[in-house]
């Protein structure tokens, strides 16, 4: 069990939003053992010394698609697993590079991967999965043309979701997903840019089935996220008792207070519109889609700030697929624009662990927790760039105490 004390930095009290100087920090295999104003006094124990930088949690990215290889979601659906489990391990890899430590699947990953990433084959983020998503016919997760009537790849690593129509049926798809190692449930509550049949404002699910997959999850001790976009899909996804909305770009004050009371979290995806916008086009998202991409593109901003008044927390996350993973940090400068720094930071730490099911073992540096860090060149709340551009802004990444990145001095 590798032990050190991480000393002479700063250190973001992410909570507060400051930083304060004097704190060690010390690290005993994978958990935080003492956090301390005062210096740790053990012997033969290596003392690594942070040089000025800023020791701060992992970040947590709170909506990927890990097994997302390309951006055409129904050529992905197609190719072999061994090579989208192949593919994946880098998406991974990458994403832990970019100082994630733990992230959240919202369709697709599964117990395998998971797995993986415990046992030390996949030096990645640790991982919380929904494993397959559920929709319905000609629903978000519906990647056929119209005119296919073959069923969807259901074996496939690389098809993010299944469909499941009727009560009875989605019932069983909910307990299908939990037994295999699902820590929530996913489902497609309304249209979406990257499916080719459903416009953005169509609703996805009869309450009734919204609510029988609620009370499955409920019954493992489990919540429901729901892809939503609209303040009517927003509003009814919240009033079947759906705790995790993702999206929102079109939301409305008075749907965001209604969730906020009702307990709910939001979880933003801006960057997936911009990545999209970018580059969407030139790695297969078609022209209906590029089409709705603007629709949803020019809420976003505007949601952050009715969500931030309205007090509904706001998780991290970025919702990119394929080739555009390589731009999951600039979702910290588009967030920026609009909300203030130590929000943002929060937002990709405490709010998105509280998410996750890891309130106070993930998004934290305290004793307990996960050692999940990244060591910042410089002040993030002054530079929020300095996350937007990890290459050159973390000198240290670690999860579970395991360095995975560190250019500090021993």
């Known amino acids: 069990m590798d032990s ?11 909570d507060e939003g400051v930083l304060r100087d004097g704190v060690e920090v010390l690290v005993e295999g994978e958990r935080i053992a003492q956090v301390s104003t005062r210096p740790i006094e053990r012997t033969g124990i290596r003392r690594i010394d942070l040089a000025g930088r800023t020791l701060m949690p992992g970040l947590i990215d709170a909506h990927v698609h890990v097994v997302a290889t390309l951006v055409d979601l129904a050529a992905n659906a197609g190719l072999p697993s061994s090579l989208i489990a192949l593919r994946t391990r880098k998406i991974m890899g990458d994403m832990l590079m970019r ?18 990433v415990e046992e030390g084959l996949i030096d990645g ?22 005119s296919d009537k073959r069923p969807l790849h259901l074996e496939s690593l690389g098809a993010l979701g299944r469909i499941a129509d009727g009560v009875d049926e989605v019932r069983r798809a909910a307990r299908e997903e939990i037994k295999a190692g699902a820590d929530f449930v996913k489902i497609m509550a309304n249209g979406g840019v990257s499916s080719p049949n459903d416009p953005i404002h169509v609703l996805q699910y009869s309450r009734d089935e919204i609510r029988a997959i609620v009370e499955e999850a409920e019954n493992y001790g489990l ?41 709910a979290f939001a979880c933003p995806t801006l960057v997936a519109y911009e990545g999209l916008a970018l580059d969407g086009a030139a790695f297969g998202l078609g022209p209906e889609s590029q089409a709705k991409l603007e629709v949803v593109r020019k809420g976003g901003l505007e949601s952050l700030k009715i969500m931030r008044e ?16 390589k731009y999951q940090s600039m979702e910290f400068e588009i967030r ?9 930071i929060q937002s990709a730490t405490r709010v998105s662990a509280r998410l996750c099911g890891l309130a106070d073992k993930a998004g934290v540096i305290a004793e307990g927790a996960y050692a999940d860090f990244v060591v910042v060149n410089g002040n993030p709340l002054d530079d929020i760039g300095l996350l937007a551009k990890p290459e050159d802004g973390l000198a240290a990444i670690a999860r579970g105490g395991r360095f995975f990145k560190n250019t500090l001095a021993s």
């Open 125 to 146: 983020p640790r991982l919380i999965i929904c494993g397959k998503a559920l929709s319905q016919t000609v629903g978000h997760c519906d990647y056929r043309a119209r």
């Open 336 to 344: 920026a624009r609009v909300l203030p720094v130590r929000e943002v």
């Open 310 to 325: 309205a007090g509904l927390p706001m998780a991290f996350g970025t919702d990119l697929l394929g080739q555009l993973h």
């Open 223 to 263: 919540y429901v996220s729901a892809h939503t976009y609209t303040d009517v899909s927003i509003r009814r996804a919240v009033e079947c008792g759906v705790k995790s909305l993702e999206h929102c770009n079109l939301i409305q004050a008075e749907t965001a207070r209604l969730a906020a009371k009702a307990g």
């Open 99 to 116: 100082g994630f430590t733990t992230v959240r699947d919202l369709a697709g990953a599964d117990l395998g991967l998971k797995l993986a």
């Open 4 to 14: 050190y004390i991480l000393f002479g930095g700063k250190f973001l009290d992410v």
